[in-house]
């Protein structure tokens, strides 16, 4: 007989509305799916910086929608938005962030946390470094009850972690994700202003680069989702070849706590080792 699988639950750190979709919604459907574990997301920004369109204001409301419909696409159980200003995640003093993060811990009992690797290179997002560093520190101090005494849920111990990152370092846990592609990229695609952004951002590259690419400064309302999702299936398969795979994610998986190193034991492990 099969041993009997643990059951998890997953907390999602980011800082924008569509990292998660981006970086791990593979995963996250997989978890939903194929193990039936409750996932959690908490984006810290209110994204009010995203588009070289919509003002500030628009762009609160619209991410806001987009990340509850990508939300309701994947299965999650909640997508929470605290509203800091996008872009200034690192003007936050770090014990407020790390303290937010260790509550959400707590509340949902996140026995693995999903955000950006905090110790990755060339991340160039203050945001990213912010979020990433205080889920870190907040994840391996959740379970001693002298740090936030003043939190309403008790302390918790979160046992893994799964660090993503844009220059993965030490990211040796592949997940395959083929079966679940078409949901990753309609969780993706559901971040229609996002994907606005992206062909946007790719026009001011061309730009400065000097290449004239009438394909992308021509390109039609409503067919930037196509061309992400053109560079997301391609940027999967790369990742995805690395390890035998059609299509993957690529993770720094991390133990918190010591037990398997003092006893010589292995009781923390991956679900998709
Ligand atoms: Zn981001």
Redesign the pocket.
């Known amino acids: 007989m099969a041993e009997e699988r643990r059951k998890k639950t997953v907390l999602v750190v980011?800082?924008?509305a569509?990292?998660m979709e981006f970086m791990a919604a593979g995963t996250v459907a997989r978890f939903i799916r194929d193990f039936g574990y409750p996932v959690y997301e908490y984006i810290l920004t209110d994204n009010s910086r995203g588009s070289y369109r919509l003002s500030g204001p628009e762009l609160v409301a619209v991410s806001a929608e987009e990340a509850r419909a990508a939300g309701r696409i994947l299965g999650l159980e909640e997508v929470r938005l605290e509203g800091y200003r996008d872009g200034e995640l690192d003007r936050v003093p770090p014990g407020e962030l790390r303290g937010k993060i260790m509550a959400m811990i707590r509340e949902v009992r996140a026995d693995i946390v999903m955000s950006w690797d905090p110790f990755a290179p060339y991340e160039d997002?203050p945001?990213?470094r912010a979020v990433a560093m205080a889920t870190l520190e907040a994840a391996a101090f959740a379970s001693n009850p002298l740090f936030h005494p003043e939190h309403a849920a008790p302390p918790h111990m979160p046992t893994e972690a799964y660090w993503f990152a844009k220059s993965p370092m030490n990211a040796r846990l592949f997940v395959d994700i083929s079966a679940v592609m078409d949901l990753k990229v309609a969780a993706l695609l559901a971040h229609d202003c996002q994907m606005v952004l992206t062909v946007d951002a790719l026009v001011r590259e061309a730009r400065a680069l000097g290449v004239d690419l009438p394909m992308l400064e021509n390109l039609e309302e409503g067919a930037h989702g196509a061309l992400v999702e053109m560079g997301i299936r391609q940027h999967c398969a790369r990742v995805g070849a690395e390890a035998g795979l059609e299509c993957a994610e690529q993770f720094r998986h991390e133990k918190f706590g010591m037990l398997d190193m003092v006893l010589g034991t292995d009781f923390v492990r991956p679900d998709f080792a």
């Open positions: 980011v800082a924008h569509d990292d997002h945001d990213h």
